[in-house]
């Protein structure tokens, strides 16, 4: 099987799955649909993979340092809904401490090869026996930077400017130990809203924001940005422990409100209350399972005969 997708693949445009001969030119024609230009795309598709992006920050002065990991594999239609920070991938597999050095040796050696000044994002597949495939790199700071931010306690976007500015690797980022787990969420339009259409109340529950960071995309009664959308709002839950911050992100979750819109909401909810991924036992399959499951028509209920009704009435007894 081979995944057909355009340039803009990361944001859920152009992603179309075949499988054998026979459905790889109507996934060609349908990626082509969406991406009138350019090139497309043909590769492999890893069954029951994990997605996981390395950081590495990179100096002028040619040092690389690879400082946290997130785990991106909870996508729709190619797009993240979200990100976990550290991946519970590496930290519940029993080769995990291993696997995360060879895949920071590996995104530190493709840093170097491009010669990037700055925070680098480089993308990896990891399958089921824990072989790595590279899968690009993504230049600059994640979208979703919230999560990894609240683990390590960097400022990304200041650490962002001190490189591009010429200032080597600070100290912090070589000797530093993330704690905790973080979790960032999208909140998105679904695709059938109308653009017009304004928000008119945007809510949140009221949370210590050094456990809950919300960062909205849009005021109260005004329309979503075109260069956001369909991105309402970004939400991420810090907590020592994973389980935790899970139960504070379906709290928020539960009371985020965005009338007259519908939102991808009940969706992440869905999933952050999976069995599979309260265990860290998922790949980048679990919405889609999730989104069929949901669309399966539900059988209907067998009718059960009525019982009958036993007459009380007793015969009189002959005399």
Known sequence: PVLVKGPLASMGVGLH??????ELKPAWEAA???VAEGPLVVERRIDRARDIEVLVAADSHGEESAFTECETSIVSEGRGLLRECPSPELVFRTDGEALREMMYDLAIRLTRQLAHIGVLGVRMLVDPDGRIYVRGARLGLPNLHGAPEMVTQLDLVELQLRLAS?????????QLQPSGHAVTVQVLAEEDAQRRESVEVLRFPSLPQRT???EPSVAEGTNVPPDDWPRLAKITCFAPIRHQSILTL?????????PPMKTNV???RRVLIHEGFRAG???CDLVDALMAEQEKP?????????????????SKPKR
Do not use: M
């Open 17 to 22: 799955l075949a499988r054998d001969e026979e």
């Open 32 to 34: 082509r649909a969406k």
């Open 166 to 174: 010429g200032e080597p690797v600070p100290d912090e980022v070589r």
């Open 212 to 214: 809950t960071r919300v």
């Open 250 to 258: 379906d709290r928020v979750l539960a009371a985020t409100q965005a």
């Open 266 to 268: 009940p969706t992440l």
């Open 281 to 283: 036992q998922y790949d």
């Open 298 to 314: 539900k059988p209907a209920p067998e009718s059960k005969p009525k019982p009958r009704s036993r007459s009380r009435s007793r």
